[in-house]
């Protein structure tokens, strides 16, 4: 059964970190190109960043570039973004996603690229 499972998320105050991790079972997602999206209440969905699983190369929204750091670790079968210098704007449900069985002709930051998705681990900034 594939499953992807979110946590990690958490109350921070403005400038806080949190790291959110993404682990998978039912297949392995070193092999796949993993995306994490947020949403806020009221806000379309927005592509936050990925990581493609051809070359490890990396994508970041310019709201947290600079911010936030995708990565994968394999031996535990899961990837994890780090969140740094989090910001009120920062708060929203943040999910991760996998493309396996998903249209890998689409860019990663594509929500329609992914087949399956976590639940989502909410991610509050607030003084």
């Known amino acids: 059964q594939v499953q992807l499972v979110e946590s990690g998320g958490g109350l921070v105050q403005p400038g806080g970190s949190l790291r959110l991790s993404c682990k998978a079972s039912?297949?392995?997602?070193?092999?796949?190109?993993i995306g994490w999206f947020r949403q806020a209440p009221g806000k379309e969905r927005e592509g936050v960043s990925c990581i493609s699983s051809s070359d490890g190369s990396t994508y970041y929204a310019d709201s947290v570039k600079g911010r936030f750091a995708i990565s994968r670790d394999k031996d535990n079968n899961a990837v994890y973004l780090q969140m740094n210098s989090l910001k009120l704007e920062d708060t929203a449900v943040y999910s991760c996603?996998?493309?396996?069985?998903?249209?890998?002709?689409?860019?990663?930051?594509?929500?329609?690229?992914?087949?399956?998705w976590g639940q989502g681990t909410q991610v509050t900034v607030s003084s």
């Open positions: 996603a996998t493309d396996f069985l998903g249209r890998w002709h689409l860019p990663c930051s594509q929500a329609s690229r992914y087949g399956y």
């Open positions: 039912g297949f392995t997602l070193d092999h796949y190109t």
